[in-house]
């Protein structure tokens, strides 16, 4: 399990995630899911609150990839309680991508590439994605701006964030930065 | 005098009836006590004058997205005053407030209508009145080509080219800003401060949300943790030090 940071051309985030993707699985030797963010529209449009919309995500997981975590845990270990029944549509813009990446975050994968998944969130939200993210499978975060991640202060009223490698794309290869495990 | 003022301004969302009933029964049930109108904004008071700039800074969900639509016209306070100029907001009328204040939206996306950016600089300067930009005024923006459609820009450059519409072309006194994407990168950064210096030259008021500092100079910083605005000197040695934007008296610890 690690967390990557790959920095690239900003525009194959919105351009080239196709072969973006293809690079990644190229150079971790896996197939990763891709998290792409509608922003803003983070929601599955068939629930009103937050509580329906998490029901709706779990009850509806393929038999054989069960979540990594039920209701309760899930809600807890993403910090939602005090959403439980707001209704999705009236969260914030911050809030509303954090759901939805909270849900594609509990599915069992080996890996995961997630583009423009930081902005609008803050520091604190950033913290909780990486300690999910650290928990199980590969996660390659590339963002319009890896700084954010790779800045991000360190909380020291909570567990140490785990270590951050960086990737480099250059186009036509993803490759490990020298140094950076 | 100042140019925005917000005297006393709360603001709370009033709850929608009860969630239509499931039929994925077996989930848990909702809690007691939760469901109800929610307060989000709480007695904000708040002074800013003529060309000053403004950082609001607050965790997600804190209501900086809020202040701004409340600022911007497109909500109006439960409780309290706006004032654009010594007018109260609620008292002007609506054709006439895209030249005194205005929201930009997260969702830059949603507010392109046309299928170029030339079209695009075309209708924001008939619709404001405005004559269209300097070609020297639109590269400080680092837009591709005019002829691009804005449906094709990046994620980045969109909030650029919302920026320059209602910043450059719009010119509303008071403009807040909610958000900006991938602040790190040059050209967003150069974007921004250019719209900042312009604004400040024209005597007009700029506001920026954001969840964490930058390091942009902004003449004003404040928090809004809890419902509450907090006012704090910009420098930065004065991040302790409240200037009074509050009838309370703030401390460090009111920093989130």
Not at chain 1, 25 to 51: D, K
Not at chain 2, 16 to 25: F, I, K, L
Not at chain 2, 118 to 135: C, M, N, R, V, Y
Not at chain 2, 159 to 184: C, H, K, N, T, Y
């Amino acid at each position: 399990m690690a967390i990557y940071v790959l920095t690239s051309n900003p525009n194959a985030i919105d351009f080239d995630h196709a072969g973006l993707q293809r690079r990644v699985e190229a150079a971790l030797g896996v197939t990763v899911a891709v998290y792409r963010p509608l922003s803003f529209v983070e929601h599955s449009g068939f629930s009103e609150t937050v509580r329906e919309e998490i029901g709706l995500v779990l009850s509806n997981h393929h038999e054989d990839q069960p979540p990594l975590r039920q209701f309760d845990a899930f809600v807890q270990a993403w910090d939602l309680g005090a959403l439980l029944d707001r209704r999705v549509l009236d969260l914030s813009g911050g809030w509303r991508k954090f759901l939805g990446l909270a849900l594609f975050m509990n599915r069992p994968l080996p890996a995961r590439l997630l583009l423009d998944a930081t902005s609008h969130l803050s520091d604190a939200r950033i913290r909780t994605l990486l300690a999910r993210a650290a928990e199980q499978g590969d996660a390659v975060f590339c963002e319009y701006d890896p700084q954010l991640l790779l800045a991000l202060p360190a909380d020291t009223s909570a567990p140490a964030a785990p270590p951050l490698r960086r990737l480099n794309d250059d186009g036509t290869t993803v490759t490990e930065v020298i140094g950076s495990r | 005098m100042s140019l925005l003022r917000l005297d006393s301004v709360s603001f709370r969302y009033v709850a929608r009836p009860e969630p239509h009933p499931s039929a994925h029964s077996g989930w848990p049930e909702r809690a007691e006590g939760q469901g109800r109108d929610r307060a989000v904004l709480s007695d904000v008071s708040l002074v800013l004058h003529a060309g000053e700039s403004a950082l609001v800074l607050g965790d997600n969900g804190s209501g900086k997205s809020t202040l701004g639509r409340l600022i911007g016209g497109l909500l109006r306070p439960t409780t309290g005053t706006i004032f654009i100029g010594g007018e109260p907001l609620d008292r002007v009328p609506v054709r006439a407030r895209p030249s005194k204040t205005i929201y930009v939206s997260q969702v830059s996306y949603l507010q392109f209508f046309r299928a170029s950016l030339a079209d695009e600089i075309t209708l924001a300067a008939k619709q404001s009145g405005h004559p269209p930009p300097a070609e020297e005024t639109i590269a400080r923006f680092s837009l591709p080509s005019l002829e691009t459609n804005p449906r094709d820009l990046t994620y980045p450059e969109m909030w650029r080219l919302q920026l320059l519409l209602l910043g450059a072309v719009f010119r509303p006194s008071v403009m807040f800003i909610d958000e900006i994407v991938a602040p790190g990168a040059r050209e967003q950064r150069e974007a921004l401060e250019f719209t900042l210096a312009q604004r400040h030259a024209q005597g007009r008021v700029t506001l920026l949300a954001y969840q964490r500092s930058l390091d942009t100079h902004f003449d004003r910083v404040f928090w809004v943790k809890g419902g509450r605005a907090l006012g704090r000197s910009a420098s930065p040695e004065g991040l302790g030090q409240s200037v009074g934007l509050h009838d309370r008296p703030t401390s460090r610890d009111d920093v989130p």
